[in-house]
Nanobody
Framework: QVQLVESGGGLVQAGGSLRLSCVAS????????MGWYRQAPGKQREFVAA???????NYGHSAQGRFTISRDGDKNRVFLQMNALKPEDTAVYYC????????????????WGQGTQVTVSS
């Protein structure tokens, strides 16, 4: 059973910064990609950023130039540094990962976290 635990959300003033963290609980889980999506009320879930096992990064248009994703491979943890936050960044941010786990054979799985609320006040 792989779980993702998110932290770092909260309330911040426009122009401020937050650093989100997501940790995969299962040490045997081998991550291919890990990243973040977000969903605001009344909107579909939106891709924010992702990073793969080689360190290659990908960003959604809303994150480009303001957010940076990084990975701590030893701890199966990913960070999302969010700078210059805007009220439109307000959303629930969900960590997502896909990879393989041995159970006893390797099998592919995708896991979503429960989400962490980010609120940016104007």
């Amino acid at each position: 059973q792989v779980q993702l635990v998110e932290s770092g959300g909260g309330l911040v003033q426009a122009g401020g910064s937050l650093r989100l963290s997501c940790v995969a609980s299962e040490a045997s889980f081998r991550i291919n990609t890990m990243g973040w999506y977000r969903q605001a009320p009344g909107k579909q879930r939106e891709f924010v950023a992702a990073i793969n096992s080689e360190g290659l990064e990908n960003y959604g248009h809303s994150a480009q130039g303001r957010f940076t994703i990084s990975r701590d491979g030893d701890k199966n943890r990913v960070f999302l540094q969010m700078n210059a936050l805007k009220p439109e960044d307000t959303a629930v941010y969900y960590c997502n990962t896909e990879g393989s786990i041995r159970d006893p054979n390797y099998r592919y799985l995708e896991v979503w976290g429960q989400g962490t609320q980010v609120t940016v006040s104007s």
